[in-house]
């Protein structure tokens, strides 16, 4: 029985389905910070963009 952490286990990390499921990954030089939580900055940063632009043009809207 082989357990979790054999080296043949990273062998056999297929990296490219990795990117496909999870196309941020490799985007940004995380300097070793928890990637979940550097992913989950960069999503409040988008959704904080998003609701800028939306506010932006609902006023567009009322002039």
Known sequence: MSGP???????????????????????FDSD????????????AEALRGREIVEAIDAARLRL
Do not use: H, K
Not at 5 to 27: H, K, L, M, Q
């Open 32 to 43: 070793g910070n928890d990637l979940s939580s550097r992913y989950r900055d960069m999503m």
């Open 5 to 27: 952490a054999d080296a043949s286990d990273t062998d056999a990390i297929d990296y490219e389905a990795i990117r496909r499921r999870f196309p941020w990954v490799g985007c």
